[in-house]
């Protein structure tokens, strides 16, 4: 079975990394939720991407924060897509974590995302445009929703011409 896999770095990284489950339920997307840490526990890490691919995952989404090297470490394991989702975990508001993402040496890609809730959400329609690329159902549901979303906008627009008309 494919799925994506979503590794978080620790369990304070999980009420927003939820966004992210919540939309492939919402698109019916198979996925994978786990804690490991990069730098608390390495060899769970490297022998989970060994076990995930072996049972079907596609792509791999890595939330972390501070140093936030868990992106980087399943980079080195897999040349399955790794997409990166910066944790605001420190005093810098996740900017350290951003950095740490998305500064990978050149061979080593790591796809980076917003910091945080807007990150999660975006990591699942990024790997769900990966996954779409083979999967005609998956592409027709991210186009419906893209139309959705545009339409709304122009439902808002019309909404806010008319409270100022008013």
Same mark, same amino acid.
Request: net charge negative; charged share 20%; aromatic share 4%.
């Given at each position: /079975? $494919? +799925?994506?896999?979503?590794? *978080?770095?620790? %369990?304070?990284?999980? &009420?927003? /990394? $939820?966004?992210?489950?919540?939309? +492939?339920?919402? +698109?019916?997307?198979?996925?994978? /939720?786990?804690?490991?840490? !990069?730098?608390?526990?390495?060899?769970?890490? !490297?022998?989970?991407?060994?076990?995930? &691919?072996? $049972?079907?995952?596609?792509?791999?989404?890595?939330?972390?924060?501070?140093?936030?090297?868990?992106?980087?470490?399943?980079?080195?394991?897999?040349? %399955?897509?790794?997409?990166?989702?910066? *944790?605001? =975990?420190?005093?810098?508001?996740?900017?350290? !974590?951003?950095?740490?993402? #998305?500064? /990978?040496?050149?061979?080593?890609? #790591?796809?980076?995302?917003?910091?945080?809730? =807007?990150?999660?959400?975006?990591? !699942?329609?990024?790997? *769900?445009?990966?996954? =779409?690329?083979?999967? &005609?159902?998956?592409?027709? %549901?991210?186009?419906?929703?893209?139309?959705? %979303?545009?339409?709304?906008?122009?439902?808002?627009?019309?909404?806010?011409?008319?409270?100022?008309?008013?």
């Amino acid at each position: /079975m $494919k +799925f994506v896999s979503i590794v *978080m770095g620790s %369990k304070s990284d999980y &009420e927003v /990394m $939820k966004s992210c489950s919540d939309t +492939f339920e919402a +698109f019916g997307v198979n996925y994978e /939720m786990i804690i490991s840490s !990069a730098h608390r526990s390495p060899e769970r890490t !490297a022998n989970y991407i060994i076990e995930a &691919e072996k $049972k079907g995952a596609q792509v791999f989404i890595a939330a972390a924060g501070m140093a936030a090297h868990l992106a980087g470490v399943l980079s080195s394991k897999t040349v %399955k897509p790794i997409i990166g989702v910066p *944790m605001s =975990a420190s005093a810098l508001s996740g900017i350290d !974590a951003l950095l740490s993402t #998305v500064q /990978m040496p050149a061979g080593m890609p #790591v796809a980076t995302v917003a910091i945080g809730k =807007a990150g999660a959400i975006n990591s !699942a329609y990024l790997a *769900m445009q990966i996954l =779409a690329l083979d999967n &005609e159902e998956l592409a027709v %549901k991210l186009q419906e929703d893209r139309i959705s %979303k545009a339409k709304k906008v122009e439902i808002d627009s019309l909404e806010i011409e008319t409270i100022i008309k008013a």
